[in-house]
Nanobody, 121 residues
Framework: QVQVAESGGGLVQAGGSLRLSCAAS??????MGWFRQAPGKQREFLVASSGNGGSTYYADSVKGRFTISRDNAKNTVYLQMNSLKPEDTAVYYCAAQYGSRWSAEVPPDYWGQGTQVTVSS
């Protein structure tokens, strides 16, 4: 059984940076990504990585500010968030797909419980 768990959320001032981590267990080299959901809004795709890290996919809304990376020795992906804005305030979710290639056509198979990121103005 695959499980993913996020960590690293918190409160940060606008313009600041934060790094989220997501550790996976139960399977290695799986495609993993990040989503977020702000109050009253739908869950939004942010970024994803293939299992070997060779391919990454970014939503236009975060391109240039957010970066996904992974350490396969630790079976962990990271979301580096820079130049944070108050509108980035949301619960951030890690997600994984069973295979090694990320597909935007199907929903993730596994979800973390989410971690709150709050950006103050």
């Amino acid at each position: 059984q695959v499980q993913v768990a996020e960590s690293g959320g918190g409160l940060v001032q606008a313009g600041g940076s934060l790094r989220l981590s997501c550790a996976a267990s139960g399977r290695r080299f799986i495609a993993m990504g990040w989503f977020r959901q702000a109050p009253g809004k739908q869950r939004e795709f942010l970024v994803a990585s293939s299992g070997n890290g060779g391919s990454t996919y970014y939503a236009d809304s975060v391109k240039g500010r957010f970066t996904i990376s992974r350490d396969n020795a630790k079976n962990t992906v990271y979301l580096q968030m820079n130049s944070l804005k108050p509108e980035d305030t949301a619960v951030y979710y890690c997600a994984a797909q069973y295979g090694s290639r990320w597909s935007a056509e199907v929903p993730p198979d596994y979800w973390g419980q989410g971690t709150q990121v709050t950006v103050s103005s």
